[in-house]
């Protein structure tokens, strides 16, 4: 049985639109150019699944989906508390859940019925880069998306259905790898950076090339001071491509 309509809006509603670790807001506002992001999950304490993170083969079926069996996390700390379910028990997620909503609780109380204002992510004219240099290598690449918080993907459109596969599942890669790289040990780093050459190079050797750079925006507004929201810029380019010697981002801002 899917997580009930009336479940979502309690959950989401208790949680405050918060990351019950983090705390940061679970939906940014829409762009110029894009709809609001959802960036908030619905995660199980005890799965449903047999081989799922803290499943009870006792717990009734009934119950998974309901909201005592359910905290909302980031997509972040989702992936950490299922990854190290040996750490993050389920007696550990329910405190963290109650803790949480306490807290929201709390907060509101404190700060009445004030009206906060809308949260965004702000960029920084001197932060933009104006030309993305060409990645040759995955150390690059990870010094890139190494605990960036949100992704700036463009591609050139393939030619057939293996070069659809070959840039999709490239950027697909890196941005999930984006994510974990802070839970990794040096030699873990070392792995993943070779992996990644591997891909690039798979990418020249159909005429494509990876272009990227790392940027800093202000993520500000709802209740939280101004924090810094890195972005991971990724652009892959055919070598037919007669803009491929500068990829101005700057220039595309006007």
Not at 77 to 83: A, L, N, Q
Not at 119 to 142: A, D, T, W, Y
Not at 171 to 178: C, F, N, S, T, V
Request: charged share 30%; glycine share 6%.
């Amino acid at each position: 049985m899917p997580i009930s309509n009336k479940t979502r809006k309690i959950l989401w509603g208790r949680s405050g639109n918060r990351c019950s670790i983090c705390k940061h807001e679970m939906v940014v506002e829409a762009t110029t150019n894009d709809d609001p992001s959802v960036v908030g999950e619905e995660c199980h304490i005890i799965s449903g699944q047999v081989n799922g993170p803290r499943y009870k083969p006792e717990h009734p079926i009934e119950k998974i989906d309901s909201n005592d069996n359910l905290i909302l996390l980031c997509r972040i700390h989702h992936k950490m508390v299922d990854d190290q379910h040996e750490t993050f028990t389920e007696s550990i997620l329910k405190e963290m859940k109650e803790n949480h909503e306490k807290w929201v609780t709390e907060r509101l109380n404190q700060q009445g019925i004030k009206e906060d204002k809308p949260v965004r992510i702000r960029r920084i004219k001197e932060n933009i880069p104006s030309v993305l240099p060409m990645i040759n290598s995955g150390k690059e690449l990870i010094a890139i998306i190494d605990g960036a918080l949100g992704y700036q993907f463009d591609h050139d459109e393939p030619k057939n259905e293996e070069e659809v596969e070959l840039i999709s599942s490239f950027l697909q890669y890196a941005q999930d790898l984006g994510g974990l790289l802070g839970e990794f040990e040096s030699g873990e780093r070392v792995t993943y950076g070779y992996e990644l050459t591997k891909l690039i190079n798979e990418l020249l050797d159909n005429n494509y090339f990876v272009f990227g750079a790392r940027e800093l925006r202000i993520l500000e507004g709802g209740k939280s001071k101004p924090s810094n929201w890195p972005i991971a810029i990724v652009y892959i380019r055919h070598k037919d491509n007669i803009e491929i010697q500068k990829i101005d981002l700057a220039e595309s801002e006007k």
